[in-house]
Structure formats: structure tokens, C-alpha cells
């Protein structure tokens, strides 16, 4: 799976796992998984490489519980298991 294709299949399970998706200027240092006014948001750093996008996304899914019970693409747990084997 390509990275862009990776990071669409990131995104989807996101926003399937209720999370709001923002695509925001972040200076290419950032994004990543955030409580606001009790709603969780996925903030995707637009100035980050694809590479970049894929590591912060997958390492804030990596966490959620709900994921465990939701069927997430073989291609997609393999690189979420990449970061919840780090924490």
C-alpha cells in the first residue's frame, strides 16, 4: 500500500472511529489527536510530507480502544501495531 493510500485508509478509520478530521497549517512539526470542548480531533499538519502524516496518524489511532473491536484493513493494523508496540 502506498503511503498516500495509507494515510486515506488512516484517515477513514478515524472519522468511522468518530474522530473530527481537521486539515490544518501546522509548520510541518505537528498534528496528532487532541481533546476540544470534550470532541475529540485528528489534526492532520499539511506542511508535513506524506511519510510524516502517516506516522503522526497512525501513532494517534495506535491508542484508541475502539479500534479493537472495529475491522481495520491487515495493511492499516500492521502500521497502528508499529506504534502501539512503542508506547
Avoid at 498516500?4 to 478530521?21: F, M, P, S, W, Y
Avoid at 509548520?27 to 476540544?36: M, Q, S
Avoid at 492532520?44 to 479500534?67: C, F, G, I, N, R
Wanted: proline share 2%; net charge negative.
Amino acid at each position: 500500500m502506498q503511503a498516500q493510500e495509507l494515510l486515506t485508509a488512516l484517515l477513514e478509520l478515524a472519522e468511522n472511529a468518530g474522530l473530527e478530521v481537521r486539515k490544518e497549517y501546522l509548520g510541518g512539526e505537528g498534528g496528532g489527536l487532541c481533546i476540544l470542548r470534550g470532541k475529540r480531533i485528528l489534526f492532520l499538519d499539511t506542511a508535513a510530507d506524506t511519510a510524516e502524516q502517516v506516522a503522526h496518524t497512525a501513532a494517534a489511532l495506535s491508542k484508541l480502544p475502539e479500534l479493537d473491536t472495529m475491522y481495520v484493513l491487515p495493511q492499516v493494523r500492521e502500521e497502528l501495531d508499529k506504534y502501539d508496540a512503542e508506547s
